[in-house]
């Protein structure tokens, strides 16, 4: 005999509704918010001021109705603020987060990135069925670029001047003409920042990712830099003689397919006396902790289904690690597991990632 379903209340199904018609008016703000990132209204507003749909349509060239309608919405949904029915305007903190891409507070690059992958997530369904996922070019050029939008201000602006220093000689070693090697370069912002600042080095990233690689290749060219050089993995490997002074993984041991054998790799692609500057995310050992600790932890585990855990399991047998698998007490085992002798978490203020130092 089965047991009797218990019945809710009125209550708690009204409340628990309430919850879900938040997330999908999120949602829809959401995919709004980034169709005012990709068309520039966010720019157009902060340099306006007070503005109507009119006015905004004569400085952005778009229908004015449609312009209309999007401001209602937004100002609903409390992104943007209104002096009456009609005149509309970013206040300051809003500027900084929507209007200003050099702020590090600044969102644009991940409504995007999310935009993209949730466009994607019906593509998951036979992930689910099979346990493969995708790998990053699956998810199109846009992606590759969105994530970089997402982690590149950290990267020209803090990674020199606030980074580097708490790394023990690597200043020293750049200055004075070092050979760098950047493993999961992405589009390669780190690399490029990296060889303008200190010319006398040189630079090469490794990326499967072939928009990524390609989108990398452009840029350099655009910079006029000559001591940068982009590599695809599958047809130019990781070179195992120990020859690279100073190594940089940017949110990559999580999302590969063999962590460890990656981690083996850079055991051998290293000076005896190297360092490699590992980031990655900053999560807990478990789900408890990042459940009740971690204020991004539902962000966290999102993205970790739609393309970091996705991505570790796009081959098969691939680790899956997942968005917050790479956590400290991970990081040091497994870098200890592959001959390294020396882990060091650096004190630096990041509530999206944990750096760490590591060494042979």
């Known amino acids: 005999m089965t047991e009797k379903r218990q019945v809710p209340d009125k209550e708690a199904i009204e409340k628990f509704s309430e919850k879900m018609w938040g997330h999908i008016g999120g949602a829809m703000t959401m995919s709004l918010c980034s169709l005012g990132e990709r068309l520039g209204l966010y720019h157009a507003l902060a340099s306006l001021g007070l503005a109507t749909s009119h006015d905004l349509a004569e400085r952005t060239g778009l229908d004015e109705r449609w ?8 100002a609903c949904a409390g992104v943007i603020a209104h002096a009456d029915s009609e005149r509309f305007y ?12 050099q702020s590090m507070f600044f ?16 593509k998951l369904q036979e992930c689910f069925k099979t346990g493969i996922g995708l790998p990053y070019d699956a998810l199109g050029h846009d992606c590759a670029v969105g994530l ?3 982690g590149g201000r950290f990267r020209r602006q803090r990674l020199i001047p606030e980074l580097l220093p708490l790394l023990d000689g690597v200043i020293e070693k750049l200055e004075g003409g070092a050979l760098v090697a950047d493993v999961g370069c992405g589009v390669g912002t780190a690399p490029l920042v990296l060889a303008k600042a200190f010319p006398q080095s040189e630079f090469h990233g490794y990326d499967t990712s072939l928009h990524a690689i390609a989108e990398a290749r452009r840029r350099t060219e655009s910079a006029g830099l000559e001591n940068l050089f982009w590599h695809d ?5 990781l070179p195992q003689d120990n020859r690279f002074d100073f190594v940089t993984a940017f949110d990559v041991v999580h999302d590969t397919t063999n962590p460890a054998a990656l981690i083996d790799a850079v055991y051998n692609l290293i000076k005896p006396d190297g360092t490699w500057l590992i980031t990655d995310i900053a999560g807990k050992s ?4 990042n459940l009740n600790e971690h204020s991004l932890a539902n962000i966290l585990y999102g993205f970790s289904v739609l393309i970091c855990m996705s991505s570790g399991l796009s081959e098969p ?23 390294f002798t020396r882990f060091r978490k650096l004190e630096f203020d990041d509530v999206f990632n944990n750096h760490y130092e590591v060494r042979p």
């Open 107 to 122: 969102v644009g690059g991940s409504l995007v990135t999310v935009t993209e992958l949730t466009r994607n997530a019906p």
């Open 148 to 150: 970089e939008r997402m």
């Open 286 to 289: 478990s789900f408890e902790e």
């Open 233 to 237: 993995p599958f047809e130019d490997p």
């Open 317 to 339: 047998g691939g680790a899956g690690m997942g968005t917050v698998g790479f956590h400290e007490k991970v990081a040091s085992q497994m870098t200890s597991d592959a001959g």
């Open 67 to 74: 312009l209309r309608e999007w401001l209602y919405q937004q």
């Open 90 to 101: 970013l206040e300051p903190e809003a500027i900084e987060v929507l209007a200003n891409d």
